[in-house]
C-alpha cells in the first residue's frame, strides 16, 4: 500500500472505532509510539504494547459523547491527522481531548506514531 493507502485506511478504521485492527492491519511489528513529556506512556514500543495501551484507554472510557478524525495530510512517508474526543471516563469524568496525530511510514507500514495534545 502506498502512504495515502495507509493514511485513508487508518483514517477509516478509526472513524469505524476499530483501532486495533488499525494496528494489526497497519503497524509494523517494532513501532514505536509516542506520547507528549510526562504522559505514564511516554514511550511505547512494539506492535502488542501499543494494542495493551489502546486497550487500557478503551476501558478507561465509559462513553464517548463525540468523536472525530480529519482526513489525512500526507508528506512523502509521513502523514497526519487531527483527532478530537469528548469522553466521560470512569475515573476522571467527562473530557475533551484534541489531538494532532504524526505517523511515520516505512516498507508499507507504519513505524513511529507521535501525539501533540495538553496533559492537562
Known amino acids: 500500500m502506498t502512504v495515502q493507502e495507509i493514511a485513508d485506511r487508518l483514517v477509516q478504521r478509526c472513524r469505524e472505532g476499530r483501532n486495533l485492527q488499525a494496528i494489526?492491519?497497519?503497524?509494523?511489528?517494532?513501532?514505536?509510539?509516542?506520547?507528549?513529556?510526562?504522559?505514564?506512556h511516554e514511550v511505547t514500543e512494539g506492535k502488542e504494547a501499543v494494542k495493551t495501551s489502546t486497550r487500557n484507554w478503551e476501558a478507561s472510557v465509559a462513553e464517548i459523547h463525540h468523536a472525530t478524525v480529519s482526513d489525512p495530510i500526507v508528506a512523502e512517508n509521513?502523514?497526519?491527522?487531527?483527532?478530537?474526543i469528548d469522553a466521560t471516563y470512569k475515573e476522571i469524568g467527562?473530557?475533551?481531548?484534541?489531538?494532532?496525530?504524526?505517523?511515520?511510514?516505512?516498507?508499507?507500514?507504519?513505524?513511529?506514531?507521535?501525539?501533540f495534545f495538553n496533559l492537562g
Open 24 to 40: 494489526d492491519e497497519l503497524y509494523a511489528d517494532d513501532v514505536i509510539s509516542r506520547e507528549p513529556e510526562g504522559h505514564p
Open 78 to 84: 509521513h502523514f497526519a491527522i487531527v483527532m478530537d
Open 94 to 115: 467527562r473530557k475533551r481531548l484534541a489531538e494532532i496525530c504524526v505517523y511515520e511510514v516505512k516498507d508499507g507500514k507504519i513505524v513511529s506514531d507521535q501525539f
